[in-house]
């Protein structure tokens, strides 16, 4: 049972990042950790050549984002192209300002994929004047804060939806979905015709601390296995093939955006 074996940690219990780099003995290594990360494709946005855009925020933080969906990706993507466009055409108003200058940046962005364990780990080393996170879709942070009674989700984090008990058929493995809805779908495919149990949200970066906490004897940690969202690792073959020999995403680039 889920709650019973570790008590998954609560969205709101989640610790700092920062404290994931711990040395010792763990139940799982950090590269068993990585490797079941890895399963779960997220999505950049980042140029042609693979440097990805980073957007600074209202704290003047420069911040790039891995999403955990690929309609999020493009949904923001979309946001961005259309807000640009619409303050250049404010900005030719301007009898002053040069049409050369006019260019929207966004529009030659692409989307690619890399693996949750590489933009975890960039998530967790982000130093001062380049921030990584891993962004959840609109979607799944309303039905985590629907579930937990909360107003709002602290930044960074990222909601996971289980339910006691329910385990995979065929591996016996505890699920941990990244949506509620994919969740309820699978228990209901496997076990037709029941209820509905309860579902319960825990938080990424704190379920990854568990599992490489030191001195951890709770064994079921070893079951879990992240699952990624519907259609993932088709759209992540898309973007593959869309970047064709162009790297995914280039490390010591980027493009920063307003």
Not at 45 to 60: C, H, N, R, T
Not at 82 to 104: C, T
Request: charged fraction near 30%.
């Amino acid at each position: 049972m889920v709650a019973s074996m570790f008590a998954l940690p609560r969205v709101g219990e989640a610790r700092d990042k920062e404290s994931l780099h711990q040395n010792g003995s763990s139940l799982l290594s950090a590269s068993e950790v990585s490797e079941r990360l890895r399963s779960v494709p997220t999505f950049a946005i980042v140029d042609p050549k693979g440097a990805p855009f980073m957007v600074v925020g209202y704290d003047a933080k420069v911040t790039g984002y891995f999403f955990t969906d690929y309609d999020e990706a493009k949904r923001i993507l979309d946001t961005a192209l259309k807000s640009a466009d619409k303050a250049i055409a404010e900005a030719k108003k301007d009898p002053d300002q040069s049409s050369a200058e006019l260019v929207n940046p966004w529009i030659k962005a692409r989307i690619s994929s890399v693996p949750l364990d590489f933009a975890v780990a960039l998530s967790t080393k982000s130093k001062r004047g380049a921030y990584f996170q891993v962004a959840p879709s609109e979607k799944n942070i309303e039905a985590a804060l629907e579930l937990t009674g909360k107003d709002d989700l602290a930044e960074g984090k990222v909601p996971l939806f289980y339910m006691e008990d329910f385990k995979l058929d065929q591996t016996r493995q505890t699920p941990l979905y990244f949506s509620r809805k994919q969740l309820e779908d699978a228990y209901l495919k496997q076990s037709p015709g029941q209820q509905l149990p309860d579902t319960k949200v825990t938080e990424l970066f704190s379920v990854i601390l568990e599992m490489v906490k030191p001195g951890g004897t709770d064994e079921e940690l070893q079951t879990l296995v992240f699952v990624p969202p519907t259609d993932s690792k088709r759209r992540a073959k898309e973007c593959e093939k869309l970047g064709g020999t162009e790297a995914p995403f280039l490390l010591g680039e980027r493009i920063v955006v307003l």
